[in-house]
């Protein structure tokens, strides 16, 4: 409490994982004011605008003393915990979503993806090849969701596939839209097809067994060329298979069209809100932060 008083400069960068959030703030000294604090401490920065408003939960990861005396620290949330964790463990006949939570559990992070998200996995190994947080954004994608940390500093999934979302603000050119670029890429399109494993309908002891063709364990999305070809060994049924597959063809779509927006004082367009763009004659409508 306190601290935007000496408040410099403040920049905070959220996203989707495997991305880590991270605050950077920039301070100058306050005769009386509160002691600055020190890395291991745990705060928020709240943002507001008119009713506007959103936090971050963080806790201070790196507190650097300046030669022109100011002060700069940062902060991160459970992302980093995850990004910096690797672990040995195996799960059974769970889904994406309870598996996420158990990982998060193991990290000390709080994670709120729900046991009911996706379809089970008959079996999953997290390991130590990949980050905790890798793992979390495969089992997000498996579930046809996207995983990212949301004000209270929860590991939560957002569904990327709904559609005719409520947008949370409207920015217009000339008004709270103060620049733009939007970049429309020659479609990368091609065709995504997602390969499974197992043979997960013959029974629990039969879950290791290799198909000779892969039938149901096999989804398509998308067309044309280039075509990818994705093995996910851990997604052994149908429905796992056909989530991933729609999940990578919406990840190939979005990279057609991005854009990057500096607005005024919006700090509801948080990771996973819909906003609304007008005025800047090319894709107005709505976009996915």
């Known amino acids: 409490p306190g601290l935007e008083a000496g408040l410099v400069r403040l920049r905070l960068r959220r996203g989707v994982a495997p991305a880590v959030d991270v605050a950077e703030m920039l301070l100058a000294p306050v005769p009386g004011g509160p002691d600055l604090p020190a890395p291991s401490d745990a705060g928020e920065i709240a943002l507001t605008a008119g009713d506007a408003a959103a936090s971050f939960a963080c806790t201070i990861d790196l507190r650097e003393a300046r030669s022109d005396g100011l002060v700069r620290l940062t902060a991160t949330n459970g992302g980093r915990t995850l990004a910096r964790a690797r672990l040995e463990k195996s799960f059974e006949s769970q889904t994406p979503g309870a598996i996420i939570d158990a990982l998060a559990d193991e990290a000390g992070v709080t994670g709120r993806a729900g046991s009911g998200t996706g379809d089970r996995l008959p079996r999953y190994l997290a390991d130590e090849g990949r980050s905790l947080l890798d ?7 498996t579930a046809g969701r996207l995983a990212a940390f949301d004000d209270a500093g929860a590991l939560i ?7 005719g979302g409520e947008a949370v603000a409207r920015l217009a050119a000339g008004e709270t839209l103060v620049d733009w670029r939007i970049g429309a890429r020659e479609a990368p399109g091609g065709s995504v097809t ?10 629990g002891n039969a879950w290791a067994w290799l198909r000779k063709e892969p039938g149901p364990f096999r989804a398509e999305a998308g ?11 851990w997604a052994r049924s149908e429905a796992a298979v056909g989530d991933l597959a729609a999940a990578r063809a919406r990840a190939v779509a979005r990279a057609a069209a991005q854009g990057r927006f500096l607005a005024i004082a919006v700090p509801q367009a948080v990771p996973g809100a819909v ?14 932060v």
């Open 194 to 203: 997602v390969d499974g494993a197992g043979a997960a309908d013959k029974g």
């Open 157 to 163: 999934l957002i569904d990327d596939a709904a559609q």
């Open 275 to 288: 906003i609304e763009i007008a005025g800047t004659g090319t894709q107005d409508g709505l976009w996915l």
């Open 135 to 141: 793992h979390v954004a495969r089992l997000a994608a």
């Open 223 to 233: 067309s044309g060329p280039p075509a990818r070809r994705l093995p996910a060994s």
